[in-house]
C-alpha cells in the first residue's frame, strides 16, 4: 500500500523546490511521483507533423522521489508522515501528527 497516491496535496522538503505544494498528478513507479507545479524543466521538442505537434520549448514535468515529499495537512498548516492502521479488517492511512484518517 502506498502512503502517498494520487490526488494527495504535498509539500516539497528538499531540492530546488523546497517549500512548494502542488497536488500528486500521478506515480511514475513504486518510488517516484509527478507532483503539479513541481520540478518543472524546459524540453527542447522536435516538431512532429504526423503527431500534429509544433515544435519549441515547452514545459515538462518530471518526477521526484517520494522522499523528498510529504503529505500536507490542512488543519495544521504543516507536513506530516503517514501511518498505516488496521481499522476493522481494513487498512487505512493515518497522519502521524494529528491521528486524522485520510480519505482513500
Known sequence: ???IRKGDEVLV???KFKGKKGV???RVNDEYLLVEGVNIVKKHQKPNPMKGDVGGVVDKTMPIHQSNVSL???ETGKPSRVAIKQMDGKSVRVLVKTGAQLAN
Do not use: A, P, R
Request: net charge positive; aromatic share 8%; no cysteine.
Open 1 to 3: 500500500m502506498n502512503k
Open 24 to 26: 500528486v498528478l500521478s
Open 72 to 74: 500536507f495537512d490542512k
Open 13 to 15: 522538503l528538499n531540492g
